[in-house]
């Protein structure tokens, strides 16, 4: 039997996804883009404390510009043709000594069927997970910038609500 080299064809259903570890070089290269999605996904939101529909483009580019310590990535979870589905930025990947936790940025997903778009989640925060646990962290200490942000992540991934004096919107998640 004759065996042809013929170009297989991807499947294109939603689950035809990838999830990437990327510097702050390729978030600036499609800012443009990023910028858009996220003023999109974020204009119905309920927003915590005193975060509003602009601070996770503010937030984030702040942080692509002027990073608050070393080795800021950020995990992007992209279709087979590089479309943005979603992503969890500003996540720490270098553990400066005697630091045991560290903070998170935002992240989100554009508007894809509810099932998948809980898969795609799940697959950013696992990763999210993954590389602060590969860099030493013990566990995340973050505010949670929206009402359903705070839900995903205390139901399917047992960030904790543990607030202080100073500060009513802080979870915890430990990364054992």
């Known amino acids: 039997m004759l065996k042809e080299n013929k170009k297989v064809e991807l499947n ?37 404390d005193n975060f509003v529909r602009t601070r996770p483009a503010e937030h984030t580019l702040k942080n692509l510009r002027e990073p608050y310590q070393e080795g800021i990535k950020h995990i992007i979870a992209l279709d087979l043709d590089n ?17 045991e936790d560290c903070d998170l940025g935002w992240m989100f997903t554009i508007e894809l069927h509810p099932r998948f778009r809980h898969e795609v989640l799940n697959s950013i925060v696992d990763k999210v997970h993954q590389v602060t646990k ?28 543990t607030p202080t004096v100073e500060k009513f919107n802080r979870w915890t998640k430990e990364l054992n």
């Open 12 to 48: 294109k259903s939603k689950r035809d996804y990838k999830i990437e570890v990327v510097d702050s070089e390729f978030v600036l290269n499609r800012w443009d883009e990023i910028d858009a999605i996220l003023y999109r996904v974020f204009a119905d939101s309920e927003f915590n």
């Open 83 to 99: 479309n943005i589905l979603g992503a969890f930025f500003v996540i720490p990947t270098y553990k400066p000594e005697g630091k």
């Open 134 to 161: 590969s860099a030493g962290f013990a566990r995340i200490i973050t505010e949670m910038g929206t009402e359903t942000g705070a839900k995903f992540l205390s139901k399917k991934h047992g960030y904790i609500h």
